[in-house]
């Protein structure tokens, strides 16, 4: 039988592409990762893995599975966030800013769960680009704000991520990097690339590649996310987008696979952001605490497991 164990250290397995790396990320013995994986391949039929000195590297089967494991754990982890709490008649309003990614990725699944658990928050809601969301905390014309937290500039600006969401390529199936053991940004250089600007994540994305030491190959440059699915899916080109904004069919119903890169890319932070010397006030007590408990402490208990 199919356990969430078993998927937790399939998917920290493959995007640690070592056991040991995994154990250390679960706090759990390699002989636990190990074990798992056995069963899960035993139980799937199929080696999820292909196992050398350099570690552990997706098969098919394996790339197949990971997209249906995410689905997965989002499934249980919404399941887990429905549990209702008790608002302890919360009251107030507040001013909270959102960016792009934010509000159309993340934040209205939410909106609906802190309407139920504090009925008497007026959330005033605003959608802003990273600079205006700044001077708004600064200015007082905000009161909190989720932002992708590797974004900020502003030293009076203080930022608590609430998780860390994986950037992968993005390729139309039957590519032939999807053939590939391990893919780099080498290999992704060579490629017609489409880079997506929205919410600053083209200069995010030239951080990793000028780490490496190579430049994609941009053939468009756009802020629809959406734009970006549909020109992969249909092979136009190829793109390194985080696994927040991943949905495994374009608009057109073609399908896009996504595999992870050996080289260090950096991962979309996604968190809470208020000014420095700000003095909550109940209601941002509550915003804050319904999020503390939906991500940092479930991912706390996680690892602890």
């Known amino acids: 039988m199919l356990t969430l164990r078993q998927v937790r250290y399939f998917v920290a397995t493959a995007e640690m592409g070592q056991i040991s790396l995994a154990a250390v990320h679960l706090n759990i013995s390699q002989s636990a990762v190990t074990g798992a994986i056995k069963e899960l391949e035993q139980l799937l039929g199929k080696k999820l893995f292909s196992r050398s000195v350099h570690g552990m590297v997706l098969t098919g089967h394996g790339n197949h599975f990971l997209n249906h494991a995410y689905t997965i754990l989002q499934t ?58 700044e001077q708004g905390l600064l200015g007082h014309s905000l009161d909190m704000a989720l932002v992708l937290t590797g974004n900020l500039r502003h030293q009076d600006i203080y930022a608590e991520t609430l998780f860390n969401s994986t950037r992968r390529l993005w390729l139309p199936s039957h590519h032939p990097l999807c053939a590939k053991s391990q893919v780099t940004l080498e290999d992704v250089a060579g490629e017609p690339f489409i880079m997506l600007t929205v919410d600053e994540a083209a200069d995010s994305a030239m951080r990793y590649w000028e780490e490496a030491g190579f430049r994609p190959d941009i053939i468009l440059r756009t802020s629809s996310v959406e734009a970006v699915r549909s020109m992969v899916a249909n092979g136009s080109g190829i793109a390194i987008l985080s696994d927040l904004v991943y949905r495994p069919w374009s608009l057109e119903g073609r399908r896009i696979e996504t595999r992870s890169l050996v080289n260090n890319v950096h991962p979309m932070g996604v968190g809470l952001a208020w000014r420095n010397d700000t003095e909550f006030t109940p209601a941002m007590l509550a915003l804050r605490e319904y999020f503390r408990s939906a991500f940092i402490t479930q991912q706390i208990n996680m690892v602890r497991r």
């Open 76 to 133: 249980v982890d919404n399941a887990v966030r429905s549990v209702p709490v008790n608002d302890n008649g919360v009251r107030g309003t507040l001013r909270l800013a959102a960016s792009y990614t934010v509000i159309g990725y993340f934040l209205p699944f939410h909106l609906q769960r802190l309407a139920q658990d504090y009925p008497h928050i007026d959330i005033q809601l605003f959608e802003y680009e990273r600079q205006d969301i």
